[in-house]
């Protein structure tokens, strides 16, 4: 059988294709694995050593230049939604971004991928930057970093989040916690609001970022328990179209929203401002505890 043959699961770490799209896959000497498209430096896929997919993927996403992934994990950068004049969300998760390394290193394998300025970024945000992604996998760790650098010569101010949809056997039966006494902005509402109980769930559309948010929260389900860390990210986002939403999403199934959680690094409130030659980093760990 010809390596292109095998199940994604045997593939090594190196360059495949991913549903028709460029993309580099990870495997780490234990059996972790992940795969990130160069179409938005997008994780895509992430199944721990010995276990089970932990993303999200829509079956009815798109792909190809200029659309968004719907599921894994979309970059978010300069802008978080429609918080500033850029499109939803901003440009880097609609772009290509090019592989600078694929590599196993001791019980890691990881991958750096690299988004920089050209003139349609430039078009829609006069800035020249490195945005690099570092996707690492061993056991049952998947790790995430972002690094932003200004390469330009004037001060530069931007969002950021790490998009992440985790998968649920049944969204309706999962459980967040970790958030108690957190302010939040509402998005449904669109209004502030605190979190009373330390458990979220979903019973309907939710889509709130909460300020300053812990560094450690965990999903819980029958039999699963997933730790979800940050560092440098001060927010987090938690998203769930619910059902009447989601019936309007054309690149989701109709019940895609029982599948999912999205649970974002996010840096919103106090956007991150970098003077000529700085950088900055944000990390999103998750951890599959069982
Ligand atoms: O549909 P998208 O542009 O990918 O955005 C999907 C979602 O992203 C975030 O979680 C926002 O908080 C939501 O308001 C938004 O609907």
């Not at 009815?60 to 429609?82: C, D, H, K, L, M």
């Not at 971004?97 to 890691?108: C, K, N, P, S």
Request: with cysteine.
């Amino acid at each position: 059988m010809s390596e292109l043959q095998q199940p994604r699961a045997l593939y090594p770490t190196g360059l495949i294709e991913f549903d028709g799209q460029p993309a580099v896959h990870l495997r780490a000497p234990g059996g972790a694995q992940a795969t990130v498209l160069l179409h938005g430096g997008h994780v895509v896929s992430w199944i721990p050593a010995g276990g089970e997919e932990q993303l999200y993927l829509s079956p009815a996403t798109a792909y190809g230049e200029g659309s968004a992934v719907r599921g894994g994990v979309p970059v978010i950068f300069p802008q978080f939604n429609n918080r500033g004049p850029l499109p939803k969300h901003g440009f880097a998760r609609n772009r290509g971004w090019t592989l600078q390394q694929a590599t196993v290193r001791g019980e890691h394998a990881f991958a750096v991928l690299r988004l920089v300025d050209d003139e349609a970024s430039r078009a829609l945000w006069p800035h020249p930057f490195e945005l690099e992604l570092t996707v690492s996998v061993d056991a049952g760790r998947l790790e995430m970093e972002m690094a932003v650098v200004n390469t330009g010569d004037t001060v530069m101010s931007f969002q950021a989040a790490l998009h992440t949809y985790l998968a649920t056997a049944d969204v309706r039966r999962a459980q967040l916690e970790g958030l108690l006494d957190q302010n939040y902005h509402d998005a449904v509402l669109d209004q502030p609001r605190q979190q009373w109980i330390d458990v979220v769930s979903i019973t309907q559309e939710l889509d709130r970022i909460y300020w300053n948010a812990p560094p450690a929260l965990t999903l819980r389900e029958a039999g699963r328990r997933l730790s979800i860390r940050s560092s440098q990210f001060e927010d987090v986002v938690v998203w769930n179209p619910g059902p009447e939403k989601c019936a309007q999403l054309k690149d989701m199934p109709a019940d895609g929203w029982l599948g999912m959680l999205c649970v974002e690094a996010a840096q919103i409130g106090v956007p991150v401002v970098l003077a000529p030659g700085q950088e900055w980093t944000g990390m999103q760990t998750l951890i599959a505890e069982n």
